[in-house]
C-alpha cells in the first residue's frame, strides 16, 4: 500500500514554461512534506519542504504548495530550464516517528530547449 | 565536504557469497541511514542509526546486516542473498531528526 504516490511517471516542458510536479498521500498523520532531485547516476538531492502548518513554502524558482484537506501537494517550478531535467521525489514523514521518511515512486521531468 | 561516499558503485555476487557495503561520511552527522531501491519504485527505508545506534529497522531479513563502526561509517553486510534482492542501495546521513538527507550514489547490486 503506497502512502505516497506520485501518478504520472514523466513530464515533459518547454524550457521557460512552468512545470507542476504533483504528489498525493494518504497518511492524514503526516505533517512534513520534502521534495528531492535525482540525477542519473547521482544519489537523491533534497531541493524543498514545507511543515503542515503551512500552505506554500518558497525558495528562488521552486514553489511547494500543500492541500491538507485533499492530501497534495504540488511543486512548482518556474522558469523551467533544461538543467532540472531529473526524477523528482515526494516524500513524507510524521515529526514524531524521526527521519522515517516515506517516498512517492518519482516523476521524471524533462525540460526541453 | 558534502559528500556522502558510497563503494562500491557495482557489485555482482552469488547467492553464497558475502559482501559487504560502505558509505562513509565526514559532514558530522549523527544519524545515517540505508534505503533500497527498485527499478522504478520509490526508495524503501531500511535501517537508521542515530549516534551509532541502530534506531529503526524495518523488519529487513537478517542476511542483510548493519553496522556502524563510528559516526563517519556505516556498513551493509550481505550474506546468502536471493536475485530479488538486486536493487539500488542508497546510503543518506544527517542531523539529527533533521529532515535533510545527504545521500550517496548508490551500490548497483546484483545477485546471481
Known amino acids: 500500500d503506497q502512502q505516497v504516490k506520485q501518478n504520472s511517471p514523466s513530464l515533459s516542458v518547454q524550457e521557460g514554461r512552468i512545470s507542476i510536479l504533483n504528489c498525493d498521500y494518504t497518511n492524514s498523520m503526516f505533517d512534513y512534506f520534502l521534495w528531492y532531485k535525482k540525477y542519473p547516476a547521482e544519489g537523491p538531492t533534497f531541493l524543498i519542504s514545507i511543515s503542515s502548518i503551512k500552505d506554500k513554502n518558497e525558495d528562488g524558482r521552486f514553489t511547494v504548495f500543500l492541500n491538507k484537506s485533499a492530501k497534495h501537494l504540488s511543486l512548482h517550478i518556474v522558469p523551467s530550464q533544461p538543467g532540472d531535467s531529473a526524477v523528482y521525489f515526494c516524500?513524507?514523514?510524521?515529526?514524531?516517528?524521526?527521519?522515517?521518511?516515506?517516498f512517492g515512486a518519482g516523476t521524471i521531468l524533462r525540460v526541453k530547449s | 565536504d558534502t559528500e556522502v561516499t558510497q563503494t562500491p558503485k557495482h557489485l555482482v555476487m552469488g547467492m553464497t557469497n558475502k559482501k559487504s557495503l560502505k558509505c562513509e561520511q565526514h559532514?558530522?552527522?549523527?544519524?545515517m541511514y540505508w534505503y533500497k531501491q527498485k527499478a522504478k519504485k520509490p526508495p524503501e527505508l531500511m535501517f537508521v542509526?542515530?549516534?551509532?545506534?541502530?534506531?529503526i529497522n524495518e523488519s529487513v531479513p537478517s542476511r542483510f546486516s548493519p553496522e556502524c563502526p563510528n559516526s563517519s561509517l556505516l556498513n551493509l553486510h550481505l550474506h546468502a542473498l536471493q536475485p530479488e534482492d538486486s536493487a539500488l542501495y542508497l546510503c543518506?546521513?544527517?542531523?539529527?531528526?533533521?529532515?535533510?538527507?545527504?545521500f550517496g550514489s548508490g551500490t548497483q547490486l546484483s545477485v546471481l
Open positions: 516524500a513524507a514523514k510524521r515529526k514524531e516517528y524521526g527521519n522515517k521518511l516515506v
Open positions: 559532514m558530522g552527522h549523527r544519524a
Open positions: 542509526y542515530s549516534y551509532e545506534k541502530l534506531s
Open positions: 543518506a546521513s544527517s542531523h539529527a531528526k533533521n529532515e535533510k538527507l545527504f
